[in-house]
């Protein structure tokens, strides 16, 4: 259903005959419609202004009330010039007139037929006359008092005898008076102003006087303080016709012989759904009863179109130079009434109606025009109506721009998804030259700084996008080893940190994504492979060939290049990069990440296994627990092992570094997860650790970095203590024998108590060689006194020395291999006889100086 089947319009307005602007001083011309009563009354609409005029001048006539002093003040658009124009018909035709009041229940309201009428557009004869007073004793055929008064305007006995002479005792005198707010206010000589102004006080007075029946019509804007001031200080009665929410039924009236309620509620109760359906986007802008009783009062024009365009259009400094809002608006209904099921703002196209609009601000609809033509180049869906909107909500001086949600009650209608509607209009942002965007408003009119980014990000390369896409990706991760695989100036450091490496792009097949990434390790061949983890999107997809992402990181690197040249746009390109990079974010973190873990098939040969990325998919602490989780450190030990197993003894730093090396290693996400796991497996007496001077198995212990970890087969065999021999019979004592005697004993001497043996038992893993422990010996055997006094009975040494070709092995190692023998590992096993703590020191001595494990035992004897 659509708004023909709901109105009936005037005649005038589907001819195109519509006239939107009343020109009170045509009435003298018998064509014009202010001329022709029947049109003036048919046309008034009634409402409570209206009738509170019609009566006051009624009770004026009457003699019950002595006020007949008005003034209509409203903006331009507001209805004055109509309100004077029915006063002069009431006046001029008062058969009809009285005829019409009674239609229209004002029955106790009668206008006599003697009546006199003055009416003016006063700016307009203004420059005939010096003086108003000659404007209107002229009109009243008074001409002997015209140019008499040119000193001083005329006192108030002065005026009371020349209109009594007239009659106005007796008989009505009407006088109207249009734009004579800025007739006066345009006088040049201040005496002059003055005058006139007295002379309006005087008017006023007498018209409030209960002596006459004079009515004083007078139209202001309201934009001085004088007349109006001047006119008040009598019994004025002042209508606010811009004060009344109810203005809009005139131009209803005014266009419509007949709305058709009921079947506008259908329509109305349409859009309320909608409204309720898209209440997220601010659609919903009150109880929706009150929505469909406000847009059915309104009907068929949307409340938010007529708010506008009577605070936006009507309040122009150039409206007055148009045909008006209504003209306006009839030409919108004649133009669309057969295809639009109500009327938005975004219907008032700037390139239908430009030629009216142009009399308004030529300049901005020749902006407007140019941005309907990138709007048509672009192809932007609904472009032409938020452009309109744009407009309209641009002509104002004050709060120029439009909302996102004045946009959308603009263009909105119940089939239309209100989101395409807000990409419709970043997108008009973005392309038109002349569309900007300040203060979260959208503006037409100064060069849009969206539309100069759009322009510079036009010739921008892709790896210049990509390095903005690099870039987000490290804020993101916050994470500065993290890289790019298609920006080719994103190139990593070969070392042992844990580094990411980000591609844009996954084939379809498996294999084509390894090869790639193959490719990459071969071609740069870093050493430390199992230090680069990589991070690349789902299966099939390739994010530089994304529109929207390549688009956004395009502008982001454009705006940042404007914003460098500085200017006074340069905090307006550096707000647009923030967006973009924004963008740029959102959709990154919108993808399903994968990252890859190498799996050894063969030596040299790598299968990969995706493995999704789950939570907070950029998060570094999310890729961290990630990679934690893929390899774990039961994996971590397993290595560990494996490489205790092979090579029996190795450093931790050796360790760290082969598994940052070799992709057949788990991955390690820092060197906490190696000593954690090496703590784990010494616990546990998997591996034994060196630290600190001391060898630790079967003990928990906090491992640190320069450790070094053993095969448990290296730590020497526990010393046992030898069999205590039996004990020989004791041989009879003399006590014993002479009680068997029967002879009392003799007490017994207290025995001699032996000295007690000393244990000299001291073992090492010494990187320092045999020097290491001769130290900790040498202190030991000190203990019990000089080395020459203290003897060690059989000291047994043992050695594990890694013997690099020593002269004693050559001849063995030559038959071993043709190649010779690279390194041997000694396990050497020695009693030696008893010798003096001295001797034995300098026996040591004689020992290769190497590293590897120290044992030496023995009893000390003083």
Known sequence: MFVKDVVECWPEVLKGEYEG??????????QAFEADPDWVFAHTCLLDEERLIMHQIGEK?????SRGSFIALGAMGSGKSHQLLLAYHLFKYPEKANKWLAENDLKGIEIPSDSSIVVAQVKQVGDKYRYLWDLIFE???MDDLVGKFEEHSPGKKTL???FRRIGATKKPIAIILDEVEAWLNEIKNSEDKERNRFFLEKLAELASSANFKIILITALRGDFDEPKRSLSRTQTITVNLSASGKRMKIVLFRLFREIKREKAKSIVKSYGEAYRRNKDHGLLYGEEPEIEEDMLVHYPFHPFMLKTLTQRYTSHPSYQSTRGLLYLLSSVVRDQFESKELFLLGDVSVKRYEGLLSILDAELVRKAKTSCEEIADAKIPMGGEILSTLFFYSISDKEKGATEQDVLFSSFRPEVNPSEILHSLVSVSETCTYVRRAEGKYILGPESPDSMVKKKSSPVVLDLALSEISAALGDLTKKSASFLLEFKDDLFEDNRELKVIFTLKREGKDEQFKERLEEVLTSRSPQYQNSIVFIAPERGADLTQDEELISAAKK??????LAKAGGTLAQEFERIMGEKIGLIKTR???????????????????DFRPVPIEGERLSWTEIRNQIRNTWGIEQVKDAVKVAVKNFRQMTLKKTSEDFTTFRSNPVLVDKEDLLKAVGELCGKGQVAVDQGGKTYHDEWIDVEMDAKVLDPSMLPPPVTSPPTPPMPPTPPTPTMVEKEKGVTPTPPTPPTVPTEALLLEVEKISQTGVTGIISDIEKRLLEHGLLDDVHVISPFIQLKLSLDRPKEVEELGSK?????????????KLQLSDMTGKELIEWLKKLPNKPGFYSVKGEIKK
């Open 556 to 561: 982001a690197y454009a705006a940042r290049e």
């Open 21 to 30: 602007i009343i020109y009170i001083e045509r009435v003298a011309e018998p």
């Open 588 to 606: 990154l973190r919108s993808v399903d990440w994968i990252l890859v873990r190498w799996v050894k098939r063969q030596e040299g040969v790598f």
């Open 160 to 162: 009371e005898q020349a």
């Open 816 to 828: 071993m291999s043709p190649a010779g023998v690279a390194n041997l590992e000694a396990d050497i």
């Open 139 to 141: 009109q009243l055929g």
């Open 61 to 65: 006539l009457a003699g019950r009330d």
